[in-house]
Nanobody
């Protein structure tokens, strides 16, 4: 079993910053590596979208809407995934989810919610203008 727990959400004004964290726990019996990690978000009435994914080699894939403003990182010693969000905009308002998966058989990590098996409960980010 895999457990993902997000934290760090909150309310900020436009132009502000937040750092989200995702603590990853692997329970007894789970013996597969999590090659792909990612952050997704879902605003009310909208489809869940991939913000950024990262593979175990550190390769990243960002959505165009967040390039240059958001940065994903991981601390393997702490089993924690981070999302640093700078210059936040009102359109960034959403529930943010951490996700993990073993990845495709060729090692590819695709920024699609349909290709991630494990999810956290989400943390709300609200950006006011």
């Amino acid at each position: 079993q895999v457990q993902l727990v997000e934290s760090g959400g909150g309310s900020v004004q436009a132009g502000g910053s937040l750092r989200l964290s995702c603590a990853v726990s692997l329970y007894f019996g789970y013996n597969h590596s999590l090659h792909c990690m990612g952050w997704f978000r879902q605003a009310p009435g909208k489809v869940r979208e991939g913000v950024v994914v990262i593979d175990s080699d550190g390769a990243t894939n960002y959505a165009d809407s967040v390039k240059g403003r958001f940065t994903i990182s991981q601390d393997n010693a702490k089993n924690t995934l981070y999302l640093q969000m700078n210059n936040l905009k009102p359109e960034d308002t959403a529930m943010y989810y951490c996700a993990a998966d073993r990845g495709l058989s060729d090692g590819t990590c695709v920024r699609s919610q349909y290709l991630f098996a494990y999810w956290g409960q989400g943390t709300q980010v609200t950006v006011s203008s």
